[in-house]
């Protein structure tokens, strides 16, 4: 059975840092991309980033990047999201998200995701 579990979460000031850890379990996912999505209250969930099996692509959402970077460990079977200067609007569910497809190095659509964590909190106070 697969799983991945995200870990990190909590309660940060405005211009804090957390970092994000997924680790998943039932299969190795070093020859796939993975992803970080996020939901706010009372909105969709929406991509936030996205890393190749490699490591070597990342793509990011305009409103995160150059202040949120994705990574991986394969040896590990993790991948992590450092969330450096956060805002209020960075408030919301975190979700780790692995694919099983192989056909471009990295995906950033919700449906192109196969396998999903539980979630994990961020709340970012002003």
């Known amino acids: 059975q697969v799983q991945l579990v995200e870990s990190g979460g909590g309660l940060v000031q405005t211009g804090g840092s957390l970092r994000l850890s997924c680790a998943a379990s039932g299969r190795t996912f070093s020859r796939n991309a993975m992803g970080w999505f996020r939901q706010a209250p009372g909105k969709g969930r929406e991509f936030v980033a996205a890393?190749?099996?490699?490591?070597?692509?990342?793509w990011y959402a305009d409103s995160v990047k150059g202040r949120f970077t994705i990574s991986r460990d394969n040896a590990k079977n993790t991948v992590s999201l450092q969330m450096n200067s956060l805002k209020p609007e960075d408030t919301g569910d975190y979700y780790c998200a692995a694919t099983s497809r192989t056909n471009r190095p990295y995906y950033t659509s919700m449906n192109e995701y196969d396998y999903w964590g539980q979630g994990t909190q961020v709340t970012v106070s002003s």
């Open positions: 890393i190749s099996w490699s490591g070597g692509n990342k």
